[in-house]
């Protein structure tokens, strides 16, 4: 009986101090702004629970346009960065060769840039008399007053940049882990070189595409520091919204409906996501 | 790898389409350009002369000034040591919490185990902007007061999840039978760990240090919420874009991604020659993905 009360003990206190700090420091208040956001009051005389279900509804109609701006913004770099990385970790894990692990490097160099000065060098590059517009204004392609900082095409440009190698890594990753034999039985079957792409390497590179637009989705569309950075007042972001409200103006009530709003959003698209795409592509490329 | 490309062609059957030959790589060469275009712009503006301290937009003239002024702006240097104070204490709860708690995980079965995995994928999907506002609700809730130490109980929030990713990933691509056999030997399950799995694991628990240490030195939406008066560097050079950038800060960036470049290469190189060691000492067992 010993050892059988150790074996099941045992993984218990191990993993407690881990559960308890996830616990304590996610989930609880994860649900406590559920709490949170039915409450009414201020920071001086504290809030208390009213159960205003009411602000569910103001929060999403008063803010709808920067929710449906997070959403396409997000959609937007995503693709952008799935259109720019897919080729580039293509390339690396079938035509690399011996330097494939330099190749890999360099292309995830971005990550050791602090993620502020990734999205600040773009404000560099895209001011008005930075390197771009200043250089395109001398030779007269653009009109000297063109501008694209405070654009949506400046807060696209930044969310994209930001978030590209955790697209490359999982595509690559899924790209280097097909088996040469199974290409070459496509060719040996006198598949041509896109039949051999549609049929056999976008399949079996399906989740890898499928994760790193998990990644990728779910950060842009809750990131503020690109649209705070780069972008102006007709570019705020959700996430932007939330921050001024829980920091600055501390209203915490309609913060914490606007962030369960959108991690319920994002979470709905996880799921319908995953049933959707997910298993669908990889069974339909497959058969 | 190669040789099975080179044979794949010379077979005559499915030769690559011209895109494939020319096009693509074209492509690579240009989106890697594009990838390297801001951290060029880092570099460079940490020369350019600054008359009032700060960056301008527009190139001024070379100098090396602000390397020998690296850290005259107290407040900067301090918000610099702050993070990284907060990203080496975090890492390591991190990694006390998310070690044991990772081997659990990867090898047995208990209560509460769903639950659990069920925690840590929501953890690492939820959003940062909402893991933040959360945070925030809840040391409001508690009067918690806000500062380094909130900072680090956040940075732990995230990283444990992402150690016990990792480590367990590690431990799952392992063979369970050198820690039976070691147990069948006679070592209890604490010596078999340290005899036999710690040194296994070794390479995954540095990487999931590192990890974690640089998700939390870059952290700015979490750290925005929680941080109260604290200043981390990602906070102080968000707050200085308004009155303009000292050039300091993109020296900095310079320097700490100079180093991020030398340990990240170290390790490569290390994984490569520690891997090739595996393969040639194990040399059925093949396939050993890091």
């Known amino acids: ?287 | 790898m190669s040789a099975d490309d080179s044979k794949m062609d010379s077979g005559g059957h499915a030769r690559r389409w011209p895109w494939t030959r020319f096009l693509l790589p074209v492509y690579v060469f240009v989106i890697m350009l594009y990838t390297m275009v801001p951290i060029a712009v880092m570099i460079i503006y940490g020369f350019n002369q600054a008359p009032n301290r700060r960056l301008t937009f527009a190139w001024q003239g070379f100098t090396t000034e602000w390397y020998q002024h690296l850290f005259d702006i107290a407040d900067l240097t301090s918000a610099l040591v702050t993070s990284i104070e907060v990203a080496v204490i975090s890492s390591i709860i991190a990694v006390i919490l998310g070690v044991p708690a990772a081997l659990a995980l990867a090898r047995r079965r208990f209560f509460g185990r769903r639950i659990m995995d069920l925690t840590i994928i929501t953890n690492l999907t939820a959003p940062t902007v909402v893991v933040g506002a959360s945070l925030l609700g809840f040391f409001v809730t508690i009067s918690l007061a806000r500062g380094i130490g909130t900072i680090i109980i956040a940075h732990v929030a995230v990283s444990v999840a992402v150690v016990i990713i990792i480590i367990q990933a590690r431990l799952a691509s392992m063979d369970e039978s050198l820690e039976e056999a070691a147990q069948d030997l006679g070592a209890s399950p604490w010596i078999a760990f340290w005899k036999v799995t710690g040194p296994l694991i070794s390479p995954a628990i540095f990487s999931a240090f590192m990890l974690s240490f640089a998700l939390s030195i870059d952290d700015y939406i979490i750290t925005s919420f929680v941080n109260g008066q604290t200043l981390t560097f990602p906070l102080w050079v968000a707050g200085a874009v308004k009155v303009g950038i000292p050039p300091q800060v993109f020296v900095l960036g310079t320097l700490i991604f100079v180093v991020g470049v030398v340990i990240a290469a170290a390790t490569l190189v290390l994984q490569s020659r520690s891997n090739r060691k595996l393969k040639a000492e194990m040399a059925p067992a093949d396939d050993w993905h890091v």
Do not use: C
């Open chain 1, 1 to 287: 009986m010993g050892r059988n009360f150790k074996k099941k003990v045992t993984p218990l206190l191990l993993t407690a101090p881990a559960n308890f700090w996830l616990w304590a420091f996610f989930t609880i208040p994860l649900i406590s702004i559920l709490w949170l956001s039915l409450t009414t009051g201020n920071t001086l005389d504290g809030f208390t629970l009213t159960w205003n279900f009411g602000i569910y509804p103001d929060a999403v109609s008063q803010y709808s346009e920067q929710f449906g701006r997070s959403f396409l913004y997000g959609g937007i770099s995503t693709a952008l960065a799935l259109i720019f990385m897919y080729p580039v970790a293509y390339w690396i894990a079938f035509r690399g060769g011996k330097y494939k692990a330099i190749f890999l490097f360099l292309l995830l160099l971005p990550f050791l840039v602090s993620f502020i000065i990734r999205i600040l060098t773009w404000q560099f590059i895209l001011a008005d008399n930075g390197i771009v517009l200043s250089a395109l204004k001398d030779i007269g392609l653009v009109s000297q007053n063109a501008h694209v900082l405070s654009t949506p095409f400046a807060v696209i440009a930044g969310l994209t940049y930001d978030n590209l190698p955790w697209m490359a890594l999982p595509v690559y990753v899924a790209l280097d882990g097909i088996k040469r034999d199974q290409i070459e039985a496509a060719s040996d079957l006198y598949a041509s070189g896109y039949q051999r792409f549609r049929t056999v390497i976008l399949p079996l590179s399906a989740p890898g595409i499928y994760a790193g637009i998990l990644l990728v989705g779910i950060s842009s569309v809750g990131d503020f520091l690109s649209a705070q950075i780069l972008g102006g007042p007709s570019t705020t972001m959700i996430g932007n919204i939330i921050q001024t409200q829980y920091v600055q103006n501390q209203n915490y009530p309609l913060a914490s409906a606007l962030s369960l709003v959108l991690m319920v959003a994002l979470l709905a698209f996880v799921v319908l996501y995953g049933r959707f795409f997910g298993s669908k592509t990889l069974k339909e490329f497959a058969g």
